[in-house]
């Protein structure tokens, strides 16, 4: 379904490959312009900034490059992350604490900071950040991704109050376990244990996330803002 404004550019963190390709070719199908922000590009065809989101420099810099090239951002999709080693908290190093922290909490905030500025003086624009179900609940052995995305949660909810009645919506998914490359980074047992915990006892597939997503990056979603929306396959409780 056409969101009816077919030159609108889409930025998309971490989207050369998993969730956020996914969330790429979903977005592409509304009849936006997908603009990857990733620190390598992937297979696909997509236009391609880099981009450390962690880094304040490199997010201005990827701001103006893609707003020259392609045209005013009205689409952000805070997506790009990882979960670290699955280690307990007296196990976890400090550095992997930062490096967690660093491209999931701080990362959105730079994006979201950078675009929003950019969005509000237009009266309009979505933005979408993937927060995770580990953020609500706490998943042992993750406690740095715990703990960042449910300051994503909390910033989503922030900015939404923020910025209502300025035509820029926040919004966020919070997602159960999604079958990417990125479960490789847990072990066996923690993804197990979190498909042990799903009603529907299955991992999510990227489609499904991509096309809550689209939902929320369209001006088919008009009334809602700083929410979470859960994929959860009936496992969220709150």
């Given at each position: 379904?056409?969101?009816?404004r077919?030159?609108?550019?889409?930025?998309?963190t971490?989207?050369?490959?998993?969730?956020?390709?996914?969330?790429?070719?979903?977005?592409?199908?509304?009849?936006l312009?997908?603009?990857?922000?990733?620190?390598?590009?992937?297979?696909?065809?997509?236009?391609?900034?880099?981009?450390?989101?962690?880094d304040?420099?490199?997010?201005?810099?990827?701001?103006?490059?893609?707003?020259?090239?392609?045209?005013?951002?009205?689409?952000?999709?805070?997506?790009?992350?990882?979960?670290?080693?699955?280690?307990?908290?007296?196990?976890?190093?400090?550095?992997?604490?930062?490096k967690?922290?660093?491209?999931?909490?701080?990362?959105?905030?730079?994006?979201?900071?950078?675009?929003?500025?950019?969005?509000?003086?237009?009266?309009?624009?979505?933005?979408?950040?993937?927060?995770?179900?580990?953020?609500?609940?706490?998943?042992?052995?993750?406690?740095?991704?715990?703990?960042?995305?449910?300051?994503?949660?909390?910033?989503?909810?922030?900015?939404?109050?923020?910025?209502?009645?300025?035509?820029?919506?926040?919004?966020?998914?919070?997602?159960?376990?999604?079958?990417?490359?990125?479960?490789?980074?847990?072990?066996?047992?923690?993804?197990?244990?979190?498909?042990?915990?799903?009603?529907?006892?299955?991992?999510?597939?990227?489609?499904?996330?991509?096309?809550?997503?689209?939902?929320?990056?369209?001006?088919?979603c008009?009334?809602?803002?700083?929410?979470?929306?859960?994929?959860?396959?009936?496992?969220?409780?709150?």
């Open positions: 379904m056409s969101t009816g077919s030159d609108r550019v889409a930025v998309v971490g989207g050369a490959k998993g969730i956020g390709l996914a969330v790429v070719q979903r977005l592409a199908q509304d009849g312009t997908p603009v990857v922000w990733d620190l390598a590009p992937g297979a696909g065809s997509h236009a391609f900034v880099a981009c450390d989101v962690a304040e420099a490199q997010v201005s810099a990827a701001l103006a490059a893609t707003e020259r090239q392609h045209g005013p951002v009205a689409v952000l999709v805070n997506n790009a992350g990882l979960t670290g080693p699955s280690t307990t908290v007296a196990e976890t190093p400090l550095a992997q604490w930062q967690v922290q660093a491209v999931n909490l701080t990362g959105t905030f730079l994006c979201s900071r950078a675009v929003a500025a950019a969005m509000v003086p237009r009266g309009h624009g979505r933005i979408v950040n993937i927060a995770s179900l580990a953020g609500k609940e706490g998943t042992p052995t993750l406690s740095a991704y715990s703990a960042a995305k449910a300051g994503v949660i909390a910033l989503t909810k922030a900015q939404g109050k923020e910025l209502a009645g300025s035509g820029v919506l926040v919004n966020a998914v919070a997602p159960a376990a999604i079958e990417t490359e990125l479960l490789l980074q847990m072990s066996a047992e923690t993804v197990a244990t979190m498909v042990g915990k799903s009603p529907l006892k299955r991992l999510g597939k990227v489609e499904e996330l991509a096309e809550l997503v689209a939902w929320l990056a369209s001006d088919r008009s009334f809602s803002t700083g929410a979470v929306f859960d994929l959860s396959g009936g496992r969220a409780t709150y």
